[in-house]
């Protein structure tokens, strides 16, 4: 007799696949095709379940979370890192602004897995380091800051 292999159900606050070229942006609707950029939150829908969304774009990610009449609950926040393009927990990726860094909704920003590559792209592009606190309050409509981190 053959047993039918397990149907294990997947990290429900794990970082979701992405369909590049097939996926719209949960903010801004463009479809999400560069990965070095994308990014998700894994949102409470009720009690017993979790969804992901996905992003073209980090600023796209912080939109979704601060505005409207009813923000999601976020249990998880994944950023790819720009080289390696694995995802990254987004409260622990080291993050970088450039000016000149072209990314698809223009937030010039890039995350790292880690400091030092974060470094030597700040240093390359005359960037900016910044932790997600940091991003996510430079996106943040003013209207809606709170003191800047």
């Known amino acids: 007799m053959m047993l039918a ?39 409470r829908i009720d009690d017993r379940s ?20 009813n923000p999601p609950e976020v249990l998880a926040r994944w950023v790819h890192d720009k080289d390696s393009r694995q995802w990254l927990a987004a409260e622990s990726a080291h993050f970088v602004w450039a000016k000149e860094l072209n990314t698809p909704m223009m937030s010039h920003i890039a995350a790292f897995a880690s400091g030092d590559s974060a470094d ?13 606190a940091e991003v996510r ?13």
Not at 50 to 69: A, M, Q, Y
């Open 120 to 132: 030597a792209f700040a240093r390359e592009s005359e960037g900016q380091r910044m932790t997600y």
């Open 137 to 149: 309050w430079l996106y943040t409509p003013e209207h809606l800051r709170g003191p800047k981190p």
């Open 5 to 43: 292999p397990s149907c294990a159900r997947p990290d429900p606050l794990g970082a979701p696949k992405i369909a590049l070229d097939q996926t719209s942006c949960a903010e801004c609707g463009m479809i999400v095709s560069d990965e070095r950029y994308a990014c998700a939150s894994i949102v």
């Open 50 to 69: 979790t969804e992901p969304r996905v992003f073209d774009d980090v600023n796209c990610l912080v939109l979704h979370e601060v505005t409207g009449s």
